[in-house]
């Protein structure tokens, strides 16, 4: 583990207690429907990185096998306690989105939200995601990303000045080049909110 990810799994460790709070608001408003939008695209055996709290678990249909890792053991307990509450079968463990703990090919779909932002080497774990999926599954991914509107980025870029210190959150990053440098091709993509949020569906070739 590299200390910038030593450095997240801290700042996580601080803020589980408050995350649900914090990220509701932003879901009611600019990432209205991306908890669904990704889940939707979930299929057979689910592999959710950066799991965190477990928010997208109502949302996964109950005929996917679901396997979640997150840095936190915080955020995790959280997540098993939900997962118990709304009824969702889900194997929540402990583990690096630079260094996913299973073998190639392990899942027919990996799904990443609200993550990449604070991973601090976004293209390995794009390149470990795009290895642990079968050839033909899917990596589903959503996140906040940097605004094509000047006012919109000025302020995402002042907010950066305390958001990556603090927390090691980009609020500008951009990730579509990323995804295809790491072999995956792009099937769905879509940028909302002043181009401020990202979706992207991605599969790995079948050759």
Excluded at 59 to 68: E, N, T
Excluded at 102 to 113: I, L, M, R
Excluded at 157 to 175: A, V
Aim: glycine content about 6%.
């Amino acid at each position: 583990m590299i200390d910038e990810t030593r450095r997240q799994q801290r700042a996580w460790r601080k803020h589980a207690a408050s995350y649900d709070r914090t990220v509701q608001r932003a879901e009611r408003t600019m990432l209205h429907g991306s908890r669904e939008w990704v889940a939707a695209r979930a299929r057979g055996r689910v592999l959710e990185v950066a799991v965190g709290t477990g928010r997208n678990l109502p949302y996964y249909s109950r005929d996917v096998s679901l396997v979640g890792i997150d840095l936190s053991p915080e955020m995790l307990a959280i997540a098993r306690t939900r997962a118990a509450e709304v009824r969702v079968d889900a194997d929540l463990r402990q583990g690096d989105a630079e260094a996913l703990p299973f073998e190639d090919s392990s899942f027919d779909t990996v799904v990443c939200a609200l993550a990449l932002c604070s991973i601090p080497r976004p293209q390995v774990a794009l390149g470990e995601m795009a290895r642990v999926v079968v050839p033909g599954g899917s990596v589903v991914l959503v996140d906040h990303t940097r605004s094509d509107r000047a006012i919109v980025f000025a302020g995402q870029w002042l907010m950066e000045r305390f958001t990556i210190p603090i927390e090691g959150e980009h609020l500008t990053r951009r990730h579509r080049a990323e995804v295809e440098a790491a072999g995956l091709e792009v099937v769905e993509h879509e940028r909302l909110r002043s181009g401020a949020v990202e979706r992207i569906r991605a599969t790995r070739p079948a050759t």
